[in-house]
Structures are given as structure tokens and as C-alpha cells.
């Protein structure tokens, strides 16, 4: 009956460590202002610019406005938009988006970002990366998520949190 | 170093990758040439073996073609669908296929779609940074062509405001594409549904007269007859939006209780950051799905580029194959002609002068091959372009670019630098038992 038990407990396992989350690993939400920042994220890269993607929820009662982000370097990361342009594919410089309250925004590939340019460093996919999100209701430290240098999204996109 | 070049301008870079390419031949050239004239006997061994040579030439011509035909074809067909797709910078649809309803909404290409109601309607029009918000309606057709409900403002955007004649101000007008086979003041009855299927008396009694058209924007809308929104839906007798005091307007506002449904809902914000909010917005679980079409352009290239590198192995692997006949085909050629190359060098000719005419020989139809490939090249995009544009209705321009010029050239250095092997065998060969043959 005991190894019986065992087993049991041996088979279930694994499924209740799936089913758990971490959070002891980076946060995937963070908060500002009452504005919402749910699972920060960007590719692993080697090259020397990097797109940064999050989903954004003003919870708040005042609007807030995404300025960009900066790097603890000092290097800072500009608001781009996705554009086609006569078939090419390419990025435009934006001005600060404001979130209004009860308002959604997302940051995602083939849409809008935040883009660094001119990184030192590579990053690898696992890791998490430091970076600092810049808005009008101030500037928050944010741990974000260095997902596979294809991924189209963050690996916990989906979840409710 | 990498900054340096990036701040080259692009023609200058594409020059610089050119004449990099070009080195091997002009620096093989220049050894072997260097004090020599062997064009003379070069331009004899052509005519010698002219339909031979021809044939050589002509296989090279096809094979360089054949690649940057395709590889141009590719890149006309990329330019053209995104430049279709520009005017329409944000799509709110029922939830479903991005790309179905990218196809119906700006390709209008027929597919049955969901309907969003009038309340999604109203919260996408009254939302504050959208400037136009475009009802379409669709499943009509005249002579095969599409016949789409939509708003006078968002005829007006399409066509840049470039409107012969007047944009429709009632029920029962309509504006032409710059395709469309029709003249203002003409009349016509829409027939229900469209292709083979459509029924011709369906909506007979019903009258539309033509009272502009709009100039040629390249897409899909130049084959399009563009009516009001309000028209689509009277003469499928729906309500028209609008309650009955009302009386004639056409137009938004719309009453959400009396607004029939649309498939989709074109939206133009003021500014262009607002595209990207208000697509998150619209964005709603089970309700509402919005999309930017060079998005989903952007997905389609990303598989058509697989599709372009395989295309691209097998064009290289073309190339190889002529590459090696052409080779072979010299060294038959030099066969050919080996009694003269052994009397020439009997009477004291310099090893390098008799290196320099076969290689000479070689290059000559190498050059003549690629330059007429660039030729043929053009020539199949063109009417590849002609093709897909008669039957899309999206403008593919056919160009040659400096890709394909790299491309060519690149080809065209790297079997110079090969014709040295038949050049060096030539030497190898015995002038007794050559003279003898």
C-alpha cells in the first residue's frame, strides 16, 4: 500500500510542477501610476538592437503616456511603430502614446515596440534583462523575459494574472 | 568600419558590391591580356563555330534569365500587394482568419464573412482619434466586377480626392474604378452574388447610375463600383441605418438598432501612432478583431521569402548545372579547335598568348550569355507582371534591379575564374600529336 502510495504520488508530480507557477523567477507584472505592465519581454539576440515588447493596462483614474525606456548604461530605447512601406518592411519613429484609464495596449511583434539601438551586450534566451520603462507617471525598473530569437510571444501569454 | 559603409549611399554601395564582383575577371583578364591582341583570333573561332556558339550563349541566356526573372517577379508581387494594402492602414472585423478577411477587405475577394453589429459599429465611429471609420457591404457584382456599399468620405480617401465627375450624394449613385467599363451617366442593375453564381434578375427593377470615377490607384478597387452603403442594404431590403425622418441621407451617423451589419470596418486614424492603440482596443475577446494588413502582408512575405529561398537554391543549382555544361562544352570547343591552337603554338606563340584565346573565347560567350540573361530576365518579368496584374488587379511593376545585376554578375566572375581550367588543359596537351590530328 505504501509503494502503491508512492507511485501515486511519484505519477503526479511532474503534472502539479506544470501546473504551478513560478514566481520566484523574473516578475511578469509590474505596476505604475495605475498602470499595468504584464509580461515584459523581447527576443534573444546577438546583434546590436532589440525590440521590446509588454502588454500595457491603465488601471488607474489619470491617463499615462509610454515615453520609451532606457538601459541602466544610459542607452535609451525609442517608441517605433511596424509600418509597410512599397513592400519593405521597417519601423517608424512615434511620439509618446498616452493609455487612457480602463484602456489596453500592446506591444507586439509586427506592431508597435520599444526599440534599442547601439546594445553592448548579446542577449541570451533565458535570461532576463533589466530595463528601465519610462512614463509620464515615472519610471519603473522592469525585469524582462529574453524569449527564443523566433518567438512571436512571451512564453506566458495567455495566462491570467 | 561597419558605420562607414552604411553611411554609403545605396547606389554607391551597389556599385562597390559590383565592381567587387567583377575583380576576379578583370584581374584574370589583365594578367593573360596584358601586351597581347588576341580578339582577332578570338572573334574568328566565333565565327568558326557560330550555331555552336550560339547555342552556348543561348543556354546561358535562359538558365541567368530564368533566376532573375523569377527573383524580380517575386519582389514586383511583395511591392505591389503592400502598395494595394497602403490606404488601408486598420481593418475591424468579426473575429476569425486575419488573412480571410485581409483578402475580402482590401482584395475584395469573395468569402462569406460574420457581420458586426450596429453597437460595434458605433463604438469604432464615435471612438475619438478615428477619423474615418468605413462601413463596407459586399456580394453584389456588375459585369464581374464587385459592387461595394461603403461611405462617400472613405471614397474620397481611397482616391486621394481624385474624382472624375462628383462622389455619390444619394441612394442609387455610384463611382466607378478607373478599370471599370462604364461611363458617367450610364445605368446599371447589380446583379446578387458574384462569378458564375451571381444572379442577373435578382435585383431587377433596381437602377444605379454612375456619377464619377476614380483615378487608377493600382489595387484591387480599380475593378470595383463603389456605392452607398445604404444602397446595398435597401436593395436587399434591410433597414438602411438611418430612421425614417431622415428621409434621403446617406452617411454617418447610423442608428446602431437600424444598422444592418458589416463584414468589416475600414478605420483611418488622425494620427499614426493612433493605429496602434486603437487596434489593441478594438481588439476585443469574441466581439471585434482589428489588424493592420501590412501585418498580416508581413506574415505572408515571411513565407513567401522560404518559398523565394528555395526558389533561390534551385536557381543556384541551375546555375551550377550550366556552369559545369558550359564547362564541358569548352573543353569540347577546345577539342575542336586544338589542330589550330597546336600550330599556333608550333610557330612560337607565347603559352600565356594561347591561354588568353581560349580564356578569351570563353568569357566572350560567358559575357554574352549574362548580358542577354539580364534581357531574357526582364522580358519574363515583364510579362509575368502583365499576367498576375490581369488577374489580380493588384499593379506588379516589373524591374531589374541591382540584385539581379549582382547576381548576374556574380555568376558571370565566378565562371571566368572556371574557363582558366580549359585554358590550362589546352597547354598540357601534346603540339606533335595535336599538329598530327
Redesign the interface.
Known amino acids: 500500500m505504501k509503494h502503491l502510495l508512492a507511485a501515486l504520488m511519484l505519477m503526479t508530480t511532474p503534472v502539479l510542477a506544470e501546473e504551478g507557477h513560478d514566481h520566484d523567477q523574473p516578475a511578469h507584472a509590474f505596476e505604475i501610476g495605475g498602470l499595468e505592465i504584464l509580461h515584459p519581454w523581447t527576443n534573444a539576440t546577438d546583434q546590436d538592437h532589440a525590440l521590446l515588447f509588454m502588454d500595457l493596462h491603465n488601471a488607474g483614474t489619470a491617463r499615462v503616456e509610454i515615453l520609451g525606456a532606457r538601459l541602466d548604461s544610459g542607452l535609451e530605447g525609442r517608441?517605433v511603430?511596424?509600418?509597410?512601406?512599397?513592400?519593405?518592411?521597417g519601423f517608424?519613429s512615434?511620439?509618446p502614446?498616452?493609455?487612457a484609464p480602463g484602456?489596453?495596449?500592446?506591444l507586439e511583434p509586427?506592431?508597435?515596440a520599444i526599440r534599442f539601438d547601439g546594445l553592448q551586450a548579446v542577449l541570451e534566451e533565458g535570461h532576463h534583462w533589466e530595463v528601465i520603462l519610462l512614463t509620464s507617471a515615472g519610471e519603473l525598473e522592469i525585469d524582462v523575459v529574453i524569449e527564443a530569437q523566433d518567438a512571436r510571444q512571451h512564453g506566458h501569454a495567455g495566462h491570467s494574472h | 568600419m561597419r558605420d562607414s559603409w552604411d553611411s554609403l549611399p545605396v547606389l554607391a554601395q551597389d556599385l562597390i558590391i559590383a565592381g567587387a564582383l567583377l575583380l576576379p575577371l578583370l584581374v584574370i583578364g589583365g594578367i593573360l591580356l596584358r601586351g597581347f591582341r588576341p580578339l582577332p583570333l578570338v572573334r574568328a573561332l566565333m565565327w568558326r563555330f557560330r550555331w555552336a556558339n550560339l547555342l552556348f550563349v543561348l543556354l546561358i541566356a535562359v538558365s541567368t534569365g530564368m533566376g532573375i526573372g523569377l527573383i524580380a517577379q517575386e519582389?514586383g508581387l511583395?511591392?505591389?500587394?503592400?502598395?494595394a494594402?497602403?490606404k488601408f492602414d486598420l481593418v475591424v472585423t468579426a473575429p476569425g482568419s486575419e488573412l480571410t478577411m485581409m483578402l475580402a477587405a482590401v482584395f475584395l475577394q469573395p468569402s462569406a464573412v460574420p457581420l458586426l453589429d450596429g453597437a460595434a459599429y458605433d463604438r469604432i465611429a464615435n471612438h475619438p482619434q478615428v477619423q474615418i471609420a468605413a462601413p463596407i457591404a459586399f456580394g453584389d457584382s456588375h459585369d464581374g466586377a464587385p459592387v461595394v456599399g461603403t461611405i462617400a468620405e472613405f471614397v474620397t480617401y481611397l482616391s486621394d480626392g481624385q474624382i472624375e465627375g462628383r462622389i455619390f450624394a444619394r441612394s442609387g449613385e455610384a463611382v466607378v474604378g478607373a478599370a471599370i467599363d462604364l461611363r458617367i451617366g450610364d445605368r446599371f442593375t447589380p446583379a446578387h452574388g458574384r462569378g458564375s453564381g451571381a444572379d442577373a434578375e435578382a435585383h431587377d427593377g433596381v437602377g444605379i447610375e454612375v456619377v464619377g470615377r476614380m483615378a487608377r490607384s493600382g489595387s484591387p478597387w480599380d475593378r470595383a463600383i463603389l456605392i452607398p452603403v445604404e444602397t446595398v442594404w435597401e436593395v436587399h431590403g434591410l433597414a438602411n441605418g438611418h430612421p425614417f425622418e431622415d428621409g434621403d441621407r446617406i452617411g454617418p451617423p447610423f442608428t446602431p438598432e437600424l444598422f444592418p451589419g458589416t463584414p468589416a470596418v475600414i478605420v483611418h486614424a488622425g494620427e499614426?501612432?493612433a493605429?496602434?492603440?486603437l487596434?489593441?482596443?478594438f481588439?476585443v475577446a469574441g466581439e471585434t478583431m482589428a489588424f493592420?494588413p501590412?501585418?498580416v502582408?508581413?506574415?505572408l512575405?515571411r513565407v513567401m521569402g522560404d518559398v523565394r529561398q528555395a526558389m533561390s537554391v534551385m536557381s543556384i543549382v541551375t546555375q551550377v548545372l550550366v556552369a559545369a555544361s558550359v564547362l564541358l562544352g569548352l573543353f569540347i570547343l577546345t577539342r575542336l579547335f586544338q589542330r589550330q591552337l597546336a600550330m599556333l603554338r608550333a610557330l612560337g606563340a607565347p603559352r600565356r598568348f594561347v591561354m588568353a584565346v581560349v580564356w578569351g573565347y570563353g568569357v566572350t560567350l560567358l559575357v554574352a550569355g549574362t548580358m542577354l540573361g539580364l534581357a531574357f530576365g526582364y522580358a519574363a518579368a515583364l510579362v509575368l507582371s502583365r499576367i498576375v496584374t490581369h488577374r489580380t488587379d493588384v499593379l506588379v511593376t516589373a524591374t531589374i534591379t541591382w540584385a539581379e545585376v549582382n547576381l548576374a554578375l556574380g555568376f558571370l566572375s565566378a565562371m571566368s575564374v572556371l574557363s582558366l581550367v580549359p585554358a590550362l588543359v589546352v597547354l598540357t596537351r601534346p603540339v606533335v600529336e595535336n599538329l598530327r590530328q
Not at chain 1, 103 to 106: F, G, I, P, T, V
Open positions: 517608441l511603430g511596424f509600418r509597410m512601406k512599397d513592400g519593405e518592411m517608424e512615434l511620439p502614446i498616452p493609455v484602456r489596453q495596449l500592446a509586427d506592431g508597435l | 519582389r511583395r511591392t505591389g500587394s503592400a502598395q494594402a497602403e499614426l501612432w493605429n496602434y492603440a487596434r489593441s482596443e481588439t493592420f501590412g501585418t502582408l508581413a506574415d512575405y
